[in-house]
């Protein structure tokens, strides 16, 4: 059907898209709510905390303010507007949304006990931690041992103690009590919680939350504590005053304001007292904070140093300071006590002004950054205090400038000329200033917490106050270097002055000593001056008049003042500052009075220009003698003509510049933002017509035009101001979008208007840089204002005008619009898709489209909006009654201009929908906040028109996500941001609408998300991602309406289910109970998020993704629904978890189906991300054999680890390792928590197919879960644990104990913050799990990596349990008669697989009572029909036997004997039994090396005590065979010990494993067991080849036995077959007939003697070959398969065996010549010391690239261990030793490099690379000698032996060491030496020149050695030695003639490759190339002569002599052209 529909709908058939997607009709919830539910329910839904009627609360919360009242305008003053707004919006409390239920829900879910139990402890493989100490072997005692045999038993069993037994092994009367017996121990101390114990998602795959913005704050930068400790000259003879201020190099700015501090004595403030009428506390600080938002290493705190102004230059007042001591107080006490009497005049007559002396400055950063190194050597900042700093400042320098242009000093005092020097001490630290000794000491610390008694800039106390009247620090206020974006938050308006310099020059009289005051002035009247300007230190805090530092004798002096005032908050236009210019004189002459100041002249400066605060630069002229009326209304330059005329200094020049700076919360300083405010105010009815904006005048008709383009205009205001004042403008646009505003008369909309400059801010935000966004995309700046700022607007005044009700008559008008120009645009968003910006035609046609769409809508839709276009007066009848209609909601108003928005302002509205919807949110619970004064019902809370605009909003943003999916695949994290953004927008809407409408919300956005055109995996993704915000709503569990699910299954007929048939219940009854398990559309009605969800996950699990992204996030979000629930305190109740799981029953449904194509990746996830095993965890990478191919050959149902994969799914997909384990841990949260007898009546009532996939499933989560043992160690020093095997053993004991791990685990968790942020859900607290977020962090420490594996271990133990119960409820179910058998072994797999991985005790314990009550129960059908899983069974349990920990051993053996017991008296096979045993321990002590036979033999030991106690098997003969069977274990056993010496000496060990498998040549199941058990231990070892090498051993052994059992064509005849591949194999032949009587009871029983068998072994020595890079011996091996599976006809296997071959031939021809094969050596053995090794050589053979110093290291280290450093010598060369020159008490090693031999007619077969390294048995070396003894002399001295070595078998063999059995040496002359390396040389440069890619450095390397001058006994030497004269011998004739051919060859050769080099070289080579020609030239020369030179008897005519002549003739002329 869903074929046919898709043929409909694209004519393209396309059959594997999913049916198309339809969510179903959800249930109408409030009227269910109302109606259905019933009694039990309703108090099932108390306990999740019934629905509150209303979930958001709205609260005010108060301020928080940091100083001790709010910062206020003065009192009593009547504000402007603007002014009055600004302060509201600073003082008001803020306004939340509260979710009440998160805070009830906060207590923790702690207060459950929890339980750890007995923790597991891998016993199997031990952690690195614990290796054990293997003792090195004495090797002496090898020797002795060879005599024995190999099987003599040397140890007596009986000589041990046994065990604890198990109590009451065999005591049970019945099946059903010893199954409650079971249960009742499987379920005490269980872990409530499962999600407790699961490591937490990664921090991006948990469900989005939305951060609560932080609450709105005063900016502060770091901040920095100075405290000013001393000042100190070396004389103090008057006093001084500092002023601090921080600059900015970089920027070249001065960063924050002066703070004034002086450390005076009293008795020079006294000197001052005429001069200062009062002092006020907060003048006397001397330590200030300051403030820095970007710091920079170029930041400087400057100090200046004024003092009391006197008579002289700067350099004259500070001579003192250079050249007196107040150490030489003898000398100069008179001069200094004269120099104190004349301060203290000075300060009586000129204490008033000041004058500049010195200064210094300090790199803050420097301080800070060495301050901090010293700080965190200490623990901590102890109570906040730094330690001291001091700093002795260098030297303190003179303010003297350069005196440049013969001017007097101290004319450079400006702030630009400071930074200059600044810049120039930074270049040049030792530059020479003028400077004064003396020393400054300041402490710096970093301010964290605020200290006690601060004061802010405005001198309010800050918090904490101070109790006592301490001396108070100050707040500096910075001036920040670049912006800053954070919104004013507090009132502050702050002014500074700043004189900078005057221009007296050309003025002629006295004034020289200058002075300004400057007083702040509210009118011209001199008693108007305001005390606003703030005091310096040691005086008033608030000044009338300040007067500036006087430069002596300067006439156009600069200054470095601020002055800093507080504004009035209500300014005029007489508010002005007043300057005042006096000359000051310093001596006071004798006819003068007593002032010493004579008026120069005055200036001003007006506030306020056209109503905007005047700020900048500028430069004004000067007024002489007195000031003209009404001076303060103009400016100085534009001030009009007076009479009398007024008099300028140099004719109304501009001569004073000074610069005004505002820092100010109320002045915008912004054009835009001011002009729009005043409309605003005037529009409030704050100001008359015609209102004045800067230089216009707007009279009352313009106003709507002009504030709509100011409006228009805001957002083009720069950053910063907007920023600043956004709160504010946010607020005005609002009310202005709810307020129809009357102007003149008429009745204006702006709310259209306003909405776009709304949209158009939230945009220009958005795409600014330098505004921070949270991890949604939202701008921080808006998310607080929605958060904590935004309120309701004043509801609008209602404005009545002639009659008419305005807000009426708009609203009917923007009604019908709304309705069809929503509807229209949202048609032609989804229609006109080729281009979205034309909207679609409106032709009759498809307005009647629209039309039917609409209507159709209003059918089914009760909200529909179609009432309210037919009729539009139809919603003037009131609603509900509770309000008058015609008032205007903003939600409602918002939602409709959001509707009919276009363009531009549309798509941005969409794009950043967030802030709408939040603003909807906001603004809709302030509504219902107010309503539920009234107790409206949730249904009538809000308009049918408001719900069809929120329907139309969100169709239509759902609409742009898919627009954006469509065509801008670019864009998709747009579109994913703003999918997130409606979810969290219907989330809130759930707690504020009616649920039934939401739902019908959430159901059309998951239709509308189905769109086609984009990829399935996209759209599930953001569907996913939309519910699992819904989910994570704190009433998801009642919104599913969980509590009317089934939670039990109905009562069954009778009591015990075992034993009840299955056709006792009704089929529809097993069809009921069968679709609880499935996603039908009444469950997905019924529960409809949580059908929704599982729909998704369904789909997601059906479909490929790259790399399962989709498949990841649909199981992470059932994972932490899931999460949730299971921490969720409000469900601990039992019946509460049963229901709860029961809406998650279809979930096991699609688990189980998703086994069949989904890969479940058996992860080694450690605790989280892809952490990496151990060296332990390698052991599975490549088993030889390995548990999958064991089940593979037996044929088994279902294979676990290794799946044959079926081929006729269309696609696999792999689920990653971690995936796969949420999906699981899902799975058995379920299983967990469901009723259990549901489960049961589920098991009973499924098809077998379904059943085993379901324990299939199991399988999987036992291996998912297994305890990986702690992190790998190397992060804790590994030294310090490997403790011997006894600590390792206290150790586990402490752990199995479960000493104190639960105290652990709460002093974990009660060290966790348990507060719930107000809003932060309950259901995502990644806290409330037992993992704390340590997952990540890589530098854990050892307490950590115990806690965790602790954790891990519980989690193990628990999810294994749960598998267990599972496997019990299905046993137990298992009805008498149906297949009872498969089930039976399905279920003993899944235990066998359990017991494989590494367990707890606890679990242990638990498994082996069940595997005990499987062999009472269903003994006789396991030891029939089963025998594999005998086998399986056997070696698990006799492994445990071997286990270091009492109780496992102790369990294991109860279990063994039991199996003995029950095979003898039940099913009478005990042979098999013996036999399965006794290979199980052969395989057992093989394979594994941390094996412990004590604990083994104690338990045999214990099986003994069993039989010899078991009375009613006394009179049988079950004892003794008991007895018989386990001596020869014990036999076994010996040999393995000696093993175990061996362990670290891998050749040594593997003849020893050789000689056993030997030992075995009679019992084939033995031998296969030890070439097995060789494989392993090679694969460990990396020795891929050796280990197919015995697998194919194996391989024969099988096939000898099959050829003699059967004779079939296929089958290979016996080891024969396999010679191809090795010729070796023919050893496994040696199995004769009499030996081997294949009938006899338990002999070749095993599951490899068959033809499953053979070919497993081969499959896998091929897997192996392959491994090793021997592709050729893949093909040899696979020439035996493919006739045995062409006999099968297993055409399957045959695909993948041919594909296989394929990649084998691939590989062979890609990575041929390339292949690195093995590297051999020769190892000698000579010493007693050695034993049987004395005098025994070997060839050994090591991996592809091994130098001799590596293998000569090995043995070297590993024999030193043996017999100590000074025993063993190491032979350094090759030649033979001899016996009678040894120390008899050393032992000595000596190793060769020997390389394969071949004869030439050898080289004929051997080809290729791999011929050349396969089946070798002869090796070669040669050895250099001379006749005088040296090893290497001259040319002509130089002989060399060859010595060619037999071994006893050909490499590769099952070992990698073999024997050397023969031995030929031949030696070579010196000439013949030469001959051989001339004959190389050549061979390697012919090779070089013609390769096909010539390789130039290679040829140019080969050249060099042959052509290059400098060679020492290179070609030409070796020629003048052997060549120069014909030999005396006749005997050398040959060899001298072969030696000159091979150079004439030689010189040949290089001709050709100085040739080719010509063609390789680059142009830079160009000389190196000639050069090489000059030698290659110059060799030739050299050569010719000896080359042409022959020996004549060599040339003796043979023949007639005139052929002879021609032939010469002819060959001499070939030899000359050559």
Known sequence: ENIVKALDDSGVCSILQPPAYEAVEPLDLEEFLMTQLRSEDSALMQELGDFPDDDLKVEQVEKECRTIRHSVPEDGVELDPHVSGCVESYTQPWLVNILPCACSCSSSIYSTDLFLFALPHPHRRPHPLFLPQVKSPTLAGLSDDSSRTLTSSDFDLRGLTPDQRVEGLTAFSSHEELDRFNQEARQGNRHPELFALYPPLDEEDAVEIRPIPDCPKEHTGERILVRCQAIKFEIDIEPIFATMALYDLKEKKKISENFYCDLNSEQFKNFLKPHTPHMDHSTLARSAIFSITYPSPDIFLVMKIDKVLQQGEISDCADPYVNLRESDSAKNKDKLDKLRAQAEAFCHRLGRYRM???????????????????????DSLKGGVCQEILINLMKIFRDCGKCGRGSAEGDRLSDEDLLKYLADIKKTPQRRIKTIPGCIKLDMSPVHDTPMGCLS????????????????????????????????NIYRNLIYVYPQRLNFVNRLTSARNITIK??????????????????????????????????????????????????????????????TFYHISCQQKQNQSASCETLIGYSWLPILNSDRLQTGQFCLPIVLERLPLNYSLHTPEKLPQQVPPVKWMESHKGLFNLEVQAVSSVHTQDNHLQRFFTLCHALEGGATFPVRVREEKIPENKLEHELKLSIISLS?????????????????????????????GQTANLAQIAFESVVSIVNSLHSSQELVRDQQGRNSLLATYLYWVFRLPDPPRDVQSAGAAPEGRYSTMGRATAATVGNMLLQSRVRSSSNPDIPAPSTSAEDAEVRNILAAKGHNNPGSRMSTYVDTNSHQSPTGNTRPSNRKQFHEELALQMVVSTGVCRENAYKYAWFFFELLVKSMAQHVS?????????????????????????SVVTAEIGTILVKQQKELEQAEKVNISLAFFLYDLMSLMDRGFVFQLVKNYCNQMSAKGVAMPTLISMRLEFLRILCSHEHYLNLSLFFSSPASAPASPCPSISSQSSGSCSFQEQQRILALFELSPEFKQQHYLTGLLLTELSAALDMESEGGKVQRKAINAIFSLLCSHDLDHRCIKTDVRAKVAALYLPLVGIIIDSTNYLDFTVSDTRCGKNKTGGPEDDLENVPPINQSVAMAIAGNPFNTLGRNKGLSQPYMSTLPADTSRHLLVCFLWVMKNADRSLIQRWTVDMPPSQLNKLLELLTICVSCFEYRGKQSSDKVSTQALQKSQQAKLQLEEALLRGMGARGEMMKRVGG????????????????????????????????ELDQEALISGNLATETNLIVLDLLETIVQAVPMADCKDSVVGGVLKVLLHSLTCNQSTTFLTHTFSTLRALVVKFGDLLFEEEAEQCADLCQKVLQYCSSPVDDNRSQACATLYLIMRYSYSNASNFSRVKMQVTMSLASLVGKSSDFQEEYLRRSLRTILAYAEEDTEMQSTQLPSQVDELLRNLNSILSDTVKMREFQEDPEMLMDLMYRIAKGYQTSPDLRLTWLQNMAEKHNDRKCYTESAMCLVHAAALVAEYLSMLEDHKYLPIGSVTFQNISSNVLEESAVSDDILSPDEDGVCSGRYFTENGLVGLLEQAAELFSNGGLYEAVNEVYKIIIPILEARRDFRKLASTHDKLQRAFDNIIQRGPKRMFGTYFRVG?????????????????????????????????????????????????????????????????????????????????????????????????????????????????????????????????????????????????????????MQKKTRELAVATHREQPDAKMLQMLLQGSVGATVNQGPLEVAQVFLNEIPADPKLFRHHNKLRLCFKEFIMRCGEAVEKNKHLITSDQKEYQQELKKNYNRLRESLRPMLERKIPE?????????????????????????
């Open 1994 to 2018: 060599l040339y003796k005519p043979i023949i007639r002599p005139r052929d002879s002549f021609k032939r010469l003739s002819f060959r001499r002329a070939q030899e000359e052209n050559s």
């Open 356 to 378: 500049p002396f010195a200064w210094a400055a300090i790199n803050v950063m420097e301080v800070i950054s060495t301050a901090a190194l010293d700080v965190t050597d200490s």
């Open 930 to 954: 107010q309503l539920d004064k009234h107790n409206v019902p949730r249904r009538s809370r809000f308009s049918d028109r408001f719900k069809d605009d929120i329907t139309t909003i969100v």
């Open 1725 to 1877: 053995f000579y010493g007693a010391k050695f034993g049987d090794l004395d005098e025994r050589e070997f060839i050994y053979k090591e991996p592809g690239i091994t130098h001799l110093p590596e293998i000569s290291h090995r043995l070297e280290n590993f024999y030193c261990q043996c017999f100590g450093e000074d025993t063993l010598v190491m032979i350094k060369d090759s030649t033979p030793v001899d016996r009678r020159q040894l120390n008899p008490n050393k032992a000595y090693i000596q190793v060769t490099f020997v390389e394969p031999y071949f004869d030439d007619y050898e080289m004929k077969d051997r080809l290729t690379n791999f011929e050349k390294n396969f089946n070798l048995r002869r090796f070669m070396y040669t050895t250099p000698f001379t006749k005088s003894g040296r090893p290497r002399g001259e040319l002509n001295e130089q002989f060399k032996r060859k010595t060619i070595l037999t071994t006893m078998h050909a490499f590769p063999y099952v070992k990698t060491r073999i024997n050397v059995i023969q031995k030929e040496e031949f030696d070579l002359t010196p000439i013949e030496v030469a001959i051989e390396d």
């Open 716 to 744: 083009s205001s720069s950053l910063e101001p907007l920023v600043l004042f956004l709160y504010r403008v946010l607020d005005k646009l609002f009310t202005l979008i709810m307020q129809p505003m009357v102007i003149a």
């Open 518 to 579: 400057i007083q702040f002035m509210s009118g011209e009247d001199p008693s108007c001056s305001l005390p606003v300007i703030f005091g310096k230190s040691s005086g008033p805090e608030f000044l009338h008049e300040v007067c500036t530092p006087v430069t002596y004798h300067n006439k156009s002096p600069d200054f470095y003042e601020e002055v800093k005032l507080v504004l009035p908050a209500r300014l005029t236009d007489r508010h002005h500052l007043l300057f």
């Open 1312 to 1343: 966790m913050d348990r507060t719930i942020g107000q809003r932060e859900n309950l259901r995502w607290r990644k806290d409330l799990t037992q993992w704390r977020q340590t997952n990540d962090r890589q530098d854990k420490t050892k307490a």
């Open 457 to 488: 800039t405005e001198l309010i106390p800050l918090i904490p106050v101070a109790e006592k009247n301490i001396r108070p620090i100050k707040e500096v206020l910075e001036f920040p270097s670049n912006e800053v974006y954070v919104p004013h």
